[in-house]
C-alpha cells in the first residue's frame, strides 16, 4: 500500500470512557474509601484518576516519595493536611496540591467532618499500590508499616522517614 493510501484508511478513534456517579472501582483502605474513576487503562497508562473520602480523623499513609509519578490531590469538600517534611498545609476545598517525584509528602482529615479529594497519578503506576492495599486488608492483614513499604516498593516509591 502507499502512503496516500495508508493516509486514507480509517484509524481507529479510542473510545470516551464515561463514568457515572456511583461507578468505577471501589476500594476500601480502612477509613478511606476510594473510587478508581479512571485506571489508566483509557489514557494509555499516562494518567489516572481516583475520588477518595476520608472519613473525620483519619491518618494517611507514611511520609514517603515517589520515584516516577507526580500525584495530584483536589480537595472537593473538607479540610485535609498535606505534610511534606517538616511543613505542614491545611487545603480546604477548591485547593489544588501537586506532589512531583521525590518530594517527601503524606495527607490525613485532622477534622470532625469528612474530607473529598480528587486524586491524579501520572503516569498511572500508583494505583495498583491501592489495590494491593485492598487485597491486604480484605485478606484480614492489617496495615502495618512493614505493609506499607512492602507495597510501596512494588511502585517506585519509598517512605521518606529518616531520608534527606
Given at each position: 500500500?502507499?502512503?496516500?493510501?495508508?493516509?486514507?484508511?480509517?484509524?481507529?478513534?479510542?473510545?470516551?470512557?464515561?463514568?457515572?456517579?456511583?461507578?468505577?472501582?471501589?476500594?476500601?483502605?480502612?477509613?478511606?474509601?476510594?473510587?478508581?474513576?479512571?485506571?489508566?487503562?483509557?489514557?494509555?497508562?499516562?494518567?489516572?484518576?481516583?475520588?477518595?473520602?476520608?472519613?473525620?480523623?483519619?491518618?494517611?499513609?507514611p511520609q514517603h516519595r515517589h520515584?516516577?509519578?507526580?500525584?495530584?490531590?483536589?480537595?472537593?469538600?473538607?479540610?485535609?493536611?498535606?505534610?511534606?517534611?517538616?511543613?505542614?498545609?491545611?487545603?480546604?476545598?477548591?485547593?489544588?496540591?501537586?506532589?512531583?517525584?521525590?518530594?517527601?509528602?503524606?495527607?490525613?482529615?485532622?477534622?470532625?467532618?469528612?474530607?473529598?479529594?480528587?486524586?491524579?497519578?501520572?503516569?498511572?503506576?500508583?494505583?495498583?499500590?491501592?489495590?494491593?492495599?485492598?487485597?491486604?486488608l480484605a485478606g484480614g492483614r492489617?496495615?502495618?508499616?512493614?505493609?506499607?513499604?512492602?507495597?510501596?516498593?512494588?511502585?517506585?516509591?519509598?517512605?521518606?522517614?529518616?531520608?534527606?
Open positions: 500500500m502507499t502512503d496516500e493510501a495508508e493516509a486514507n484508511v480509517p484509524q481507529a478513534v479510542p473510545a470516551v470512557s464515561v463514568v457515572g456517579p456511583g461507578d468505577g472501582e471501589t476500594i476500601v483502605l480502612g477509613t478511606t474509601r476510594m473510587r478508581v474513576l479512571e485506571d489508566g487503562s483509557h489514557t494509555g497508562h499516562r494518567l489516572a484518576i481516583a475520588e477518595s473520602v476520608l472519613a473525620p480523623h483519619t491518618q494517611g499513609p520515584a516516577r509519578h507526580d500525584e495530584g490531590f483536589y480537595i472537593l469538600s473538607g479540610t485535609v493536611r498535606f505534610t511534606v517534611g517538616d511543613e505542614d498545609h491545611d487545603a480546604t476545598t477548591g485547593t489544588l496540591v501537586m506532589v512531583p517525584p521525590g518530594t517527601p509528602h503524606t495527607f490525613a482529615n485532622p477534622t470532625d467532618q469528612p474530607a473529598v479529594m480528587l486524586s491524579t497519578f501520572t503516569p498511572d503506576l500508583y494505583v495498583q499500590y491501592f489495590r494491593d492495599l485492598g487485597e491486604e492489617p496495615l502495618s508499616p512493614e505493609a506499607h513499604t512492602d507495597a510501596m516498593s512494588r511502585y517506585a516509591t519509598e517512605p521518606a522517614t529518616g531520608l534527606g
